[in-house]
Every structure is written in C-alpha cells, then in structure tokens.
C-alpha cells in the first residue's frame, strides 16, 4: 500500500511538472512571437496579441524580390513600428529605416538575414514627423541595391 500511494503521488508530481513547462513553454512562445505575415484577404484587421500589447500589420508598405517579403507591423499601445522579413527559399536581407525628413533615410535596426524562414527587428519609434520603411536584399539574386517599401507615417 505504500508504494501504491508513494507511485501516486510521484505520478501527480511528475504529471503537474510537465503540464507546468508545458504552459511555461506555450506562453513564452506566445509571448515572444512574431506577428504572422500578412494573408493579404481584405476584410482581415491582422490583429496579433503579443502580451498585453496589440500588433497590427500596416498594409501597402510591404516590398518583395524573388523569394523575400518584407512589411510592416505597428503596435498600436504606442506606434511603435516593426519591420520583418520572409523568406522562400532565397538568402534575405532586411532592416527598417526612418526619415525624419523625407528623403533622407537612415538605417536605425540591425541587419537581419533569412533563409526559408521569418525575422523581425524589435520595435522602433515612428512618432509625429518621422516615417519608417524596410528594406530587403535578396542575396540569393545577388543584389546589392536594397528596395524599399513605401514610408508608413
């Protein structure tokens, strides 16, 4: 009878330990994730819960070359913007850049890379009197001239 109860209570241990990672690990993924690409349906608001914050895509400032998409995301607690980056198979390129008068552009995240998968900067400030834009290079073409989506004031 001992071992009965000692295999139970070693059994519930084990199964809250694992169900305890098991949401530790799902709201770190959700927390954590990026906002999806966007689908491009009308009538979708493209809406992605990150934490207690809002992330919504900003649409017809996306820019694409072979097989690299890059866009824009918005959080809508502060405007805050996000530029991000998918690949199809090619090696891309991305960075967000601002002009806080137009045309002059500068290059305010890190370079990310991706290869048949996503990547995100962080979020930047794109406050009153500044635009944002991203950039891609699709490496696998062999470009070395960027282009750039339209600004997002």
């Known amino acids: 009878m001992h071992n009965t109860t000692a295999r139970t209570r070693l059994g519930l241990f084990t199964a809250t330990t694992v169900l305890g990672v098991g949401s530790l690990l799902a709201s770190a993924t959700t927390a954590g994730a990026a906002a999806p690409a966007p689908t491009g349906t009308s009538g979708t608001s493209g809406k992605v819960a990150v934490g207690a914050q809002s992330v919504v895509y900003i649409p017809g400032k996306d820019v694409t ?45 890190n370079d990310y890379e991706a290869q048949l998968n996503k990547r995100a900067t962080g979020f930047h400030w794109n406050g009153r009197g500044a635009g944002a834009r991203v950039c891609i290079v699709n490496r696998t073409l062999g470009q070395t001239t960027p282009y750039c989506g339209n600004i997002a004031w």
Not at 69 to 79: A, P, Y
Not at 88 to 98: D, F, K, P, Q
């Open 65 to 109: 070359s072979g097989s690299c998409k890059g866009w824009l995301n918005r959080r809508t607690s502060d405007g805050y913007v996000q530029a991000l980056v998918q690949s199809w198979g090619a090696r891309c390129a991305m960075w967000l850049e601002r002009a806080d008068t137009y045309p002059h552009y500068k290059q305010i995240s």
